[in-house]
């Protein structure tokens, strides 16, 4: 159990990053229009979070330093202004959708308008920033988010023809859908997996738990375990949708068509348990998020920060959260709708990255920073290689977005 | 003054050359106690002939990975010295910063040293 639990922060972090609201639904979206036929993206962003997250925990377990104070210091106040104004539109475009989303569960369990839980969704979240420990957090937030588990069970009740489903795997755009849409939906789905606010929490979150030189394991471990679930649990929900959804040209739209191939694998109980799943998810993400917003605040400005001091200690940081909540609770209330909300928001994340990406590759090779912990060869090689990729993903993301007019 | 106030500016020689910009200051922590650490003193600017973006911090230590970015960076940097102090003979006064036409600099003074960038 203690080894379940020493790897939360890590299943708390992918949690927010492959099954927040939105992505609960673009992966639905993409198994329902796409079969499996962009599963691939998926694993090449695992591979890239786990990177960029592996990196960024290093740094800070050796040096004890967070991610977004690092990109302060070697691109300088402009540079990283660019990058903080970016990765907060992102960070607080998510925790929107997050608070929609956790209202839309809330709807789904108890059939009051998701309208009504949206004020309670916010001071529920915000109470939990206040008052919880960080540890406390992460424990209950990874460990009910597993339960989202359900829908690779679902998978296997649906007893596809495995021959099939695995034939889907290989990379073609169907007949129906075109070639710019593909694209489209691939750079979501690799900005949804790869987005800078799940490496600004899980470097920061290393610096909540105190991590030293002696965590490095500790750190792998969150990795390794953490973002291949999560994105293991993605490609599940897209795998419900191709075989129930697809053959009968159901396109989905909301949260609640996600539970549709649930229902018809494992009846009310297998619904019941993966309501709690989406309703802790997108809890933890909107936990996640809020906690990101003040992290990279006060990262860029130099104030005081994280949950393991007192509120009053840390005011401005958690005054900027309490302000980002009041803003979503605000946005919400024009009836925007919270998945909408998350369709843009990945691609800010992509234009976002490699700002973010870069100095943690650079520092990670200092030796007055790393000590004997520098990357090795092999971690520059990919390292290397995810440069470039994000790179080219962050120049077609917005060209895609208007060309597609956001994959519709 | 604060440090800003010293960075991002043309560096000249008292002929009028261009000879780079300055991309960083060097500090020493060498002075007196100051709470827990001793109070730092600035030693010189680092001034680069080429560019006047950021090097990241690879003119520090001879740091060579990851290739792809060390690579062109040292390439973009190449000639990078740090001047003393001592050396510099006239800074620009805030009013000259101002000026749009940046033609604002700084002094080096006749028969400056470059000295190695790395620490």
């Known amino acids: 159990m203690n080894r379940l639990l020493g790897v939360a922060l890590g299943i708390l972090t992918a949690i927010g990053g492959f099954l927040d609201a939105g992505d609960l639904v673009t992966n639905a979206v993409v198994g329902s229009r796409f079969g499996l036929s962009l599963a691939w993206v998926v694993g090449l962003g695992i591979v890239g979070i786990c990177v960029f997250a592996h990196m960024s925990g290093k740094v800070a377990a050796v040096s004890g330093r967070a991610t977004f104070e690092v990109i302060r210091e070697r691109l300088g106040p402009r540079a990283a202004g660019l990058n903080l104004v970016a990765s907060l539109a992102v960070t607080v475009l998510t925790l929107i959708a997050e608070v929609g989303g956790i209202a839309l569960a809330l709807q789904l369990a108890s059939s009051v308008d998701h309208r009504l839980w949206v004020p309670v969704a916010a001071l529920a979240v915000w109470l939990v920033l206040w008052r919880v420990k960080f540890k406390v957090m992460e424990n209950v937030t990874g460990l009910l988010g597993l339960t989202l588990i359900g829908f690779a069970v679902a998978v296997f009740l649906l007893g596809p023809d495995w021959g099939e489903l695995a034939a889907g795997l290989a990379p073609s755009v169907p007949a129906n859908e075109s070639t710019t849409t593909y694209w489209y939906y691939a750079v979501a789905l690799f900005g949804a997996a790869m987005t800078p606010y799940e490496v600004f929490f899980f470097s920061s979150g290393g610096v909540e738990e105190k991590w030293t030189v002696r965590d490095l394991a500790t750190s792998r471990l969150n990795v390794l375990i953490g973002f291949p679930l999560g994105g293991f649990l993605s490609v599940a929900i897209a795998a419900c949708a191709a075989i129930v959804l697809l053959p009968r040209g159901i396109a989905v739209d909301s949260m609640a068509q996600l539970v549709l191939p649930v229902a018809q694998a494992g009846g009310m109980l297998l619904v019941a348990v993966v309501i709690v799943g989406i309703a802790a998810a997108t809890f933890g993400a909107a936990l996640e998020t809020a906690l990101s917003t003040g992290y990279t605040l006060a990262q860029y400005l130099g104030w005081s920060w994280g949950k393991f001091r007192r509120p009053a200690h840390a005011a401005r940081f958690h005054l900027s959260m309490i302000v980002a909540l009041v803003v979503a609770v605000a946005v919400l209330a024009t009836n925007v709708d919270p998945v909408a909300v998350t369709e843009y928001s990945v691609v800010f994340s992509a234009v976002a990255l490699p700002l973010t990406y870069l100095p943690i590759l650079v520092v990670a090779n200092d030796p007055e920073y790393m000590g004997e912990h520098t990357n090795g060869r092999a971690l520059n090689a990919v390292g290397s290689v995810y440069l470039v990729v994000l790179t080219v993903v962050a120049l077609a993301a917005v060209p895609l977005m208007i060309v597609t007019r956001a994959g519709s | ?119």
Not at chain 2, 55 to 82: D, K, M, N, S, Y
């Open chain 2, 1 to 119: 003054m604060i440090v800003s106030d010293l960075l991002d500016l043309r560096a000249e020689t008292t002929d009028g050359e261009t000879v780079g910009w300055t991309v960083d200051a060097r500090l020493v922590l060498d002075g007196p106690l100051d709470g827990p650490l001793a109070r730092p003193r600035l030693v010189g600017l680092v001034v680069s002939p080429h560019t006047r973006t950021s090097f990241l911090g690879f003119e520090r230590a001879q740091v060579p990975a990851p290739w792809l970015i060390a690579r062109p960076l040292r390439r973009l940097h190449r000639g990078t010295f740090l001047v003393r102090w001592e050396d510099i003979a006239r800074l620009p006064l805030p009013a000259e910063r101002r000026d749009p036409d940046r033609r604002s600099a700084v002094v080096l003074r006749a028969g400056y040293g470059r000295h190695d960038p790395r620490l």
